[in-house]
């Protein structure tokens, strides 16, 4: 179903398309209230998982209509934030460290959407990772789509947003522990700053590339570290575990913040600098100069 689309009638769709995911989540969400086999009530963040999967196959769906996988790359920096506001009023609670979280995800939701929108070239166009997938791999590339492109990535998300949403069921006292308000305060710092390091990043790349077209982008953070976007999404989500783990200490759910660590550093970082150092004959040398990360 190629056809051609402006790129604002395009984020219109791509928002329509979003909406009718949320609805089909929420409606979900609430329809599934206990477990199908044995019929005992099952917990809200199971309910909240699997609206999350259903979301996540809807927006796969429509990639499928319009033969393109882009159509799911906004889903990364929209659920979180939208998911944490749902999840207040859900939940009833307003305590600091949700207010905290509201705060730091927003940020960060506003900072990754809004560089979307600038990067965004209409629904026609599709990210050269997936083309590069589609092209090398035809027989198996729906399978890859739907469970490596589309699946993955929200399965990783849940797992790193897990310790933000269990902040909703502390009943650890702030007032007790000036530590432990200390620590919670520095995890929210770490996430929003950390958006703005990426923030900063996005600005100096698009400027860099509008006056150096085909250059390597080698100025400010860039000068600094390779991938100081990605450096900052690592962090945010290690600074959404440390405002969980402030209140909790260590458990398994830093698991959440070591998978996204893993999936950068195993899989997105790679694949960048692989087209990076075919592309720009400067690459390498650039490479050997600057560290993978601030």
């Known amino acids: 179903m190629k056809r051609t689309y402006s790129k604002w009638s395009s984020v219109a769709l791509i928002a329509a398309i979003y909406v009718l995911a949320g609805v089909a989540g929420w409606l979900l969400f609430e329809g599934l209230t206990l477990h199908p086999f044995t019929h005992s009530p099952l917990h809200p963040l199971i309910r909240l998982f699997i609206a999350d999967v259903l979301a996540t196959v809807v927006v796969w769906a429509f990639g499928l209509l319009f033969e393109n996988v882009s159509v799911y790359d906004p889903y990364w920096s929209v659920f979180p934030p939208i998911a ?48 590069k997938y589609r092209d090398r791999h035809p027989l198996v590339f729906h399978t890859i789509n739907l469970f490596g492109l589309n699946m993955m990535p929200t399965l990783v998300v849940f797992a790193a947003m897990l310790p933000g949403l269990k902040l909703f069921e502390s009943t650890n006292p702030l007032t007790t522990n000036p530590l432990t308000l200390c620590l ?34 080698n100025v400010g953070l860039w000068k600094h570290g390779r ?52 592309n720009k004959p400067g690459y390498a040398e650039y490479r050997k100069q600057t560290r993978i990360l601030i």
């Open 84 to 131: 944490f506001l749902l999840w207040a009023f859900y939940t009833g609670v307003w305590t600091l460290p949700v207010i905290l979280l509201l705060i730091a995800s927003w940020y960060w939701g506003w900072r990754l959407t809004r560089n979307w929108a600038i990067t965004f070239k209409g629904i026609g166009h599709e990210d050269w990772r997936y083309t």
């Open 184 to 217: 919670l305060i520095f995890g929210c710092i770490v996430c929003i700053a950390s958006a703005t390091i990426q923030l900063i990043a996005d600005k100096q790349s698009h400027d860099f590339r509008a006056a150096h077209p085909g250059q390597v982008c």
């Open 227 to 278: 991938h100081p976007n990605y450096f900052g999404e690592i962090q945010f989500w290690w600074g959404i575990w440390i405002m969980y783990a402030s209140l909790n200490g260590i458990d398994m759910f830093i698991g959440g913040a070591i998978a996204m660590t893993a999936l950068f550093l195993g899989i997105s970082i790679p694949l960048m600098e692989k087209r990076q150092l075919a």
